[in-house]
């Protein structure tokens, strides 16, 4: 199963992390370096819920962030789920 939001579609992205060495000044070095980056994932934050959408009267199952989730609170959720084609 891919890790994509239903509602906005977010999903896994590369991002990189800096890679230092050496000792830091403080502690009686000659101070940290930036030797190279190291690539890395970085997920969204997904969650499986049943949302209640009382126009349909009915639960719809929902895989989506948590941002997503925060729009169906503000907008409703049978707006923001038929906007998104899952309804």
């Known amino acids: 199963m891919a890790r994509v939001c239903s509602i906005r579609g977010s999903k896994v992205r590369v991002g990189r992390k800096i890679h230092r060495s050496g000792l830091a000044k403080k502690k009686g070095g000659i101070g940290r370096h930036v030797t190279k980056t ?38 409703g959720a049978y707006a923001t789920l038929k906007k998104a084609g899952l309804i």
Do not use: G, M
């Open 38 to 75: 190291v690539k890395r994932k970085v997920s969204p934050n997904l969650h499986t819920k049943r949302v209640w959408v009382p126009e349909l009267n009915k639960y719809v199952r929902v895989k989506a962030t948590a941002k997503a989730f925060k729009t169906i609170n503000k907008n």
